[in-house]
Nanobody
Framework: QVQLVESGGGLVQAGGSLRLSCAAS????????MGWFRQAPGKEREFVAA????????ALADSVKGRFTISRDNAKNTVYLQIASLQPEDTAVYYC???????????????????WGQGTQVTVSS
């Protein structure tokens, strides 16, 4: 059974930075795609970023382009989300997700992901 464990969340002032990590275990091979979603209070879960195993395809939500960077270490089955210039509207629980299925591109719908972490809270104070 695949397990995803996130870390790196916390409380940070606006303009600050964080790096979230997500380590996958229980795998015989690296997931085709690993990524991040987030859910703010009172809002639906939304796609943030994802990256394929080879790194040839990366997708970022428009709201985070230029501020968020996603990277992967396949040897460690770990995906990272580097967040810069944090804004209060980035406050949310950030979830790591992974899929073993192969897609034509980078899936951005939650239903396309097989495994989920429990989430890590990111709170940005103004």
């Amino acid at each position: 059974q695949v397990q995803l464990v996130e870390s790196g969340g916390g409380l940070v002032q606006a303009g600050g930075s964080l790096r979230l990590s997500c380590a996958a275990s229980g795998l015989t091979f690296s997931p085709y795609v690993m990524g991040w979603f987030r859910q703010a209070p009172g809002k639906e879960r939304e796609f943030v970023a994802a990256r394929t195993r080879s790194g040839s395809r990366i997708a970022l939500a428009d709201s985070v382009k230029g501020r968020f960077t996603i990277s992967r270490d396949n040897a460690k089955n770990t995906v990272y989300l580097q967040i810069a210039s944090l804004q209060p509207e980035d406050t949310a629980v950030y979830y790591c997700a992974a899929s073993l299925r192969v897609f034509g591109g980078v899936p951005m719908q939650g239903r396309d992901y097989d495994s989920w972490g429990q989430g890590t809270q990111v709170t940005v104070s103004s």
